[in-house]
């Protein structure tokens, strides 16, 4: 009996190849028209000029007419793989020429390759989620300690005194 399933969508790497070439080179040939607003005494004008268009894994998916993780599925196999790892460098360097000249934004470019640009905003990687203080089961007169204390150290700066 015959095993059933999702036919493949390449049956080759050659194949697989030359679909991904066509991509490469349909971006090269095929600019985004961005729209240009200029004004010049007093009158606006709305030009489109062509724009340099990014490569993307989704791009590529799309033009080959699978989905992304299709994509990423042919990249693992053995016969593909160079292949693959051959048109990710071409779309990670075509994308970093466009980021270093302005063509497009750095910082899309590098959270699509995986990088991400983080800083710690802790306080020596600590929290700054200051603990909330239960104070349900503090007697009336703990209360009003509690409360002259804070009343004491918002009037030095020391705390900022919530109102709810």
């Known amino acids: 009996m015959a095993e059933m399933g999702r036919p493949v969508a390449f049956e080759t790497p050659e ?3 030359h679909k991904a070439m066509d991509y490469i080179q349909w971006v090269k040939n ?3 028209m961005k729209t240009v607003t200029a004004a010049f005494q007093g009158v606006i004008s709305h030009e489109k000029v062509p724009h340099t268009r990014g490569m993307t894994q989704f791009g590529l998916a799309a033009h080959m007419g699978i989905g992304v993780s299709t994509l990423k599925d042919y990249g693992k196999k053995d016969e593909f793989s160079a292949i693959y790892k051959k048109v990710d460098t071409i779309i990670k360097a075509w994308n970093a020429d466009l980021a270093l000249t302005g063509e ?3 910082a899309l470019v590098a959270r699509l390759d995986g990088h ?3 800083q710690d905003i802790t306080t020596n990687g600590q929290s700054l989620n200051k603990p909330s203080l239960d104070v349900s ?3 009336d007169e703990q209360l009003r300690n509690l ?3 804070l009343s004491q150290a918002s009037e030095s700066g020391a705390v900022e005194k919530k109102s709810h």
């Open 30 to 32: 095929n600019p985004v």
């Open 137 to 139: 089961k503090l007697s």
């Open 15 to 17: 194949e697989f190849e």
């Open 116 to 118: 991400v640009d983080s």
């Open 104 to 106: 497009i934004n750095h």
């Open 147 to 149: 409360d002259t204390i």
